[in-house]
DNA sequence: TCAGCACTATGACGGCTGTCATAGTAGCGG
DNA sequence: CCGCTACTATGACAGCCGTCATAGTGCTGA
């Protein structure tokens, strides 16, 4: 996730927020530290989240399926041509690039605040749906343009992310990305598979 | 994740922590409500638990890999006729079971453990590690029983946890257990394909 | 009775948390 | 100069945290 030259402080809180979210977890990311590494004032955080911690959490949350979504057409328009695979296979690398890069301290920070706090606080829940939604919205949307009928889109979406997201988690245990390479090579097929209703031969049902 | 009768006040406060760390994750977790949870003293926590929350968090991540082990046998067991697909969508089934009963509240400890400690904890990542690992070895074992190739039956366990894992988060998000079925429904069919080398046609390549 | 051990009980400590209260500064229109 | 608004700056607060220190209990064995 980069983004440096953010605009005003209060979008460097967001983002510096989704950073320690995603690395540290919700529960151990401090209001303190999140403004520290923004560059922005603490006293700051009140004026643009009078909501507190949980209003800053969900904008971070917000933040991140809006990335997610839209760097799912940019991989669309870098792929030569354009095949599930392809795609699933760009959104994986960027993991599997910032992790042989920079170690495996990062995670999802979608996926971090369900965890610590879709219990909890019910509007982060729901920030995550949101962000899970706008995510699976742009990557179905990508499918369809390929050729995929429309009521496999969205199922083969979801199953994209879900095997992301669990790769992700087992990618951080063994800091390796065998898991996200593995879901790319076993996955790949399939998901070419749904493009073709002219495919010679083809599969039955449908 | 079941277990009511445990042996001893230790056993007792290692299974409430993992039940607790699933719901709230590992920060919102304390050392007191495990305790209280589990029916025991606090002044036992220093004394079974001389490494700290640390070590009480790590145990309660082995102890779920080890459930999570143990559970693929019995899955195995219990299937008339052992098919991969049969087997995840038992695996699968065991969450949908629980979220349609109890609600979206608990997620996978191990995966809690991952997102909350992966940085700032290393034996707690190396924990976690070892979780998946054997949760994996019990599926690629029950795969390669039902004829899937070795070098195949890791992969799609692998495969079968990463997407089991990130469907759970989007079940949490969602509070549906949608893309837990969309799983199975997308996955069972390739797992199946893996089995038969003496299958009539089959893929091209390989 | 006394030691020794496993376990329990409780209070305190320092540290960090999110939040609030209060005051201060800069820029602007008039 | 004023007032007004946007933003900054600190200090304090109560609360919870994990951990430690210390003492107490009850059983075992000699």
Redesign the pocket.
């Known amino acids: 996730m980069a983004g440096a030259a953010e605009r005003g ?1 209060r979008e460097r809180m967001v983002f510096s927020a989704a950073q320690l979210i995603r690395r540290e977890g919700v529960g151990a ?5 999140v403004a520290a590494r923004a560059g ?8 643009y989240f009078p909501g ?3 209003q800053l959490v969900n904008e971070a949350v917000g933040w991140a399926g809006r990335y997610a979504g839209n760097r799912v057409a940019r991989f669309l328009a870098a792929l030569p041509e354009p095949t599930p695979s392809g795609l699933f296979a760009e959104m994986v690398r960027q993991w599997t690039d910032e992790y042989e890069a920079e170690g495996f301290d990062g995670g999802c920070p979608v996926a971090a605040a369900t965890v610590d706090r879709a219990r909890a606080a019910d509007s982060t829940r729901q920030a995550a749906e949101d962000a899970f939604a706008r995510w699976t919205g742009a990557v179905a949307a990508a499918l369809t343009d390929m050729g995929v009928p429309g009521e496999r889109a969205r199922p083969l979406a979801t199953l994209m992310i879900s095997s992301l997201e669990g790769a992700l988690l087992i990618a951080r245990a063994e800091r390796s990305v065998r898991a996200l390479t593995t879901a790319v090579r076993e996955l790949g097929p399939l998901l070419d598979a749904a493009v073709a209703p002219a495919a010679p031969g083809g599969t039955a049902g449908g």
């Open positions: 402080p990311t401090g209001m303190r530290e922005a004032p603490r006293g700051s955080l009140q004026h507190g911690k949980e």
